[in-house]
């Protein structure tokens, strides 16, 4: 069993005390964030090369976000529907949208078969279900045209406290200072 998850910085736009809510979400996750991208289908794309090198899939993710990512149908993964592309490839995948208020379904949005196929996988709600497994990987997604910049440089303080490093040729397990953190953040290509 293999979890992800799956943090939209745009979620805490409208949430009461969003660094704090943050921190408890990553540190109840004990995992280090591995994936930090601008756009959220770029996540996706990550996912999908790690998961298909390891000849497995994940069984949960946990999507902490504003939208539920299952706006259209299209042929190719984008911001709107990387999440329909997620359960669809992954069949056994179970999807918690967490959501303090919806502002809609992804029945409005897919065909009814295909929603017919989704909707026990799929649930959404305030709290993460009870038993939800921890994840084994962590991604970001920064959108910075949906979110305030004072409001993401603080949110990104609280992601570089649980920024694992990856580069090459640096010690895997050592944390990135919140020097490096903003320095990485930086440089990730604005896709």
């Known amino acids: 069993m293999y979890s992800i998850l799956d943090i939209d910085l745009d ?9 704090h809510r943050l921190m408890q979400l990553l540190t109840w996750a004990d995992c280090p964030v591995s994936i930090v991208v601008e756009r959220h289908n770029h996540a996706f794309a990550r996912w999908r090369k790690r998961w298909q090198t390891k000849g497995s899939a994940p069984s949960h993710i946990l999507h ?6 299952m706006m259209d149908q299209r042929q190719r993964a984008n911001i709107a529907n990387f999440m329909f592309h997620a359960m669809r490839i992954w069949p056994h995948c179970r999807v918690h949208w967490l959501v303090d208020h919806p502002i809609d379904s992804p029945a ?4 009814e078969d295909t929603w017919n196929l989704f909707r026990y996988r799929f649930s959404y709600g305030p709290k ?8 084994d990987i962590v ?7 949906f979110v305030i910049p004072k409001l993401a440089a603080e949110l990104m303080e609280v992601v570089s406290e649980f920024i694992m490093n990856y580069h090459e040729g ?3 397990g050592k944390a990135l200072s919140l020097q490096d953190s903003a320095n990485y953040h930086h440089s990730v290509k604005r896709i």
């Open 64 to 69: 902490v976000d504003d939208h539920h990512d």
């Open 108 to 111: 409005m949005w897919l065909e």
């Open 128 to 135: 993460r279900p009870a038993r939800w497994p921890k994840p």
């Open 11 to 19: 979620y805490y736009n409208l949430i009461p005390d969003p660094a």
């Open 139 to 145: 991604s970001v997604c920064t959108s910075p045209d």
């Open 170 to 172: 640096e010690n895997p």
